[in-house]
């Protein structure tokens, strides 16, 4: 049963640290996806890759995240410093595009809290 | 701008049918999604509709109406199991997905 795996699960860090959340996509698939989820903004796409190279990051602050996939079984989320608004739950979501469309696989999420 | 839109909360008794509706204004549309979320949990894929019409998957059925941007999620036969968020996405020209807020389904015994 292939499941997009992410860690940690739960991450409770003081503003201005740094934080990596890691992500391993369903082997096969060539699309990755970070989202965001608050209660008060539900669902945001932060940023997402296609075959490792990243085609949109718009939705995601420059000046303190980053997202990566130095191969094609890991994609990370960098947040460098951290400050209380990047509380929320970060989900990871892998697909594979072809003819007809694809569903996107969500992993279990890490719930990040910053103090 | 791109929008979804779809009800906050309903609610509905256990064993009865409920309906959740989704319109949508996006820039180009390449399928429609929804996607089931428990509290606490990932969202996770019900179903997917491109063309005009019904897809039925056991209880769940989805709606779609490209030409009133519009599409529903019927549940039938409710179960307390079925308490979660119900999440409309919409596949735009870029093939991103745009999601809807969600819609919280309470079910009562």
């Known amino acids: 049963d292939a499941r997009v795996t992410q860690t940690p699960r739960d991450k409770v860090t003081e503003m201005g640290q740094e934080v990596t959340m890691r992500c391993q996509p369903i082997l096969g698939h060539n699309t990755v996806f970070w989202y965001r989820q608050t209660m008060m903004q539900g669902l945001e796409l932060l940023a997402y890759f296609r075959n490792r190279a990243p085609l949109d990051d718009s939705g995601m602050p420059k000046d303190r995240f980053s997202a990566e996939m130095p191969d094609a079984t890991l994609a990370t989320l960098k947040i460098q410093p951290s400050e209380p608004r990047d509380s929320a739950v970060y989900f990871c979501?892998?697909?594979?595009?072809?003819?007809?469309?694809?569903?996107?696989?969500f992993g279990p999420g890490t719930r990040l809290t910053v103090t | 701008g791109q929008n979804i839109d779809q009800p906050t909360e309903m609610t509905a008794t256990e064993g009865a049918i409920v309906q959740i509706n989704c319109t949508y204004q996006t820039s180009g549309f390449n399928g429609l999604f929804w996607y089931q979320q428990h509290a606490g949990e990932a969202p996770t894929f019900l179903s997917y509709?491109?063309l005009d019409g019904l897809e039925e998957k056991g209880r769940f059925s989805s709606f779609l109406s490209r030409s009133k941007g519009y599409s529903y999620l019927l549940l039938k036969e409710l179960q307390m199991k079925d308490s979660a968020s119900y999440l409309c996405?919409?596949?735009?020209?870029?093939?991103?997905?745009?999601w809807g807020a969600g819609t919280k389904l309470i079910i009562k015994p």
């Open positions: 509709n491109v």
């Open positions: 979501a892998s697909g594979l595009v072809r003819t007809g469309g694809y569903e996107q696989y």
């Open positions: 996405a919409v596949r735009d020209s870029n093939y991103q997905l745009i």
